[in-house]
């Protein structure tokens, strides 16, 4: 069993409607969460972080912690054509507090 | 806005060649952390940083593989020699604190490497 799981997509979603991304870990103790979006050829950049069960919004972006089923998510409103790329959901874990990456979900926004 | 460097963006060399990559983090920045990123695939750690002492190195091929950062700054990942297999994304990151649980990665552009 994957330390960080995703599925890999593609997500196909029209422009405008809500883009819903799924992420499962397997470590109980993991106590910090991280979304990247990495355009293709690109390096990730950080949209979201949540340590705490619960919602936590960010204009477009929500993400869910859901400690006790071991399951996080990234809500994306509006969604728009540029929001295309992969997410990749990352987990702190450990005493040497390095993330374990999960291998990313593409998301397709079709205009 | 602060952020990570790397060079060079591209390389592409051939196998049993010497390669090395360059980083330097985000200014007060004190982990250091250098990832590959095969196609299709999370990034995967190779060797953390705080400061200049490595504190995880667990997954860094050690017969071929070095890192550096011996002013608690910049730091350089060195393969030598390249293998067919070592051709990805060389990703390096920094956060601010010290071991915190709540560490915030910041990546820099990476590295294309392309061994022939």
């Known amino acids: 069993q994957k330390e960080v799981e995703q599925n890999s997509g593609p997500l196909s979603v029209p422009e405008g409607a809500i883009a819903s991304l799924n992420c499962t870990y397997s470590?109980?103790?993991?106590?910090?969460f991280f979304w990247y979006r990495q355009y293709s050829g690109k390096s990730p950049e950080l949209i979201m972080s949540?340590?705490?069960?619960g919602d936590k919004e960010d204009g477009r972006f929500t993400a869910q912690l859901n400690k006790a089923s071991q399951y996080v998510s990234l809500l994306i409103r509006d969604s728009q054509p540029s929001d295309s790329a992969t997410y990749l959901c990352?987990?702190?874990?450990?005493?040497?507090?390095?993330?374990?990456f999960g291998s990313g979900t593409r998301l397709l926004v079709r205009p | 806005e602060a952020e990570v460097a790397q060079s060079p963006r591209y390389k592409i060399t051939e196998k049993s060649q010497a390669v090395a990559f360059w980083c330097d983090p985000i200014?007060?920045?004190?982990?250091l952390y250098w990832y590959r990123q095969i196609l299709g695939q999370g990034p995967e750690l190779l060797v953390q940083?705080?400061?200049?002492?490595?504190?995880?190195d667990s997954q860094l091929p050690k017969d071929r593989f070095s890192a550096e950062r011996l002013k608690g700054v910049d730091s350089t990942l060195k393969i030598q020699p390249a293998e067919l297999g070592d051709s990805a994304m060389y990703l390096c990151?920094?956060?601010?604190?010290?071991?915190?649980?709540?560490?915030?990665?910041?990546f820099g552009p990476g590295t294309r490497l392309t061994v022939l």
């Open positions: 990352a987990v702190n874990t450990g005493s040497s507090y390095k993330l374990i």
């Open positions: 990151a920094s956060s601010l604190e010290k071991g915190q649980t709540y560490n915030e990665q910041f």
């Open positions: 470590d109980r103790v993991s106590q910090s």
């Open positions: 200014s007060g920045h004190a982990t």
């Open positions: 940083f705080q400061d200049e002492s490595v504190v995880d």
């Open positions: 949540i340590y705490s069960n």
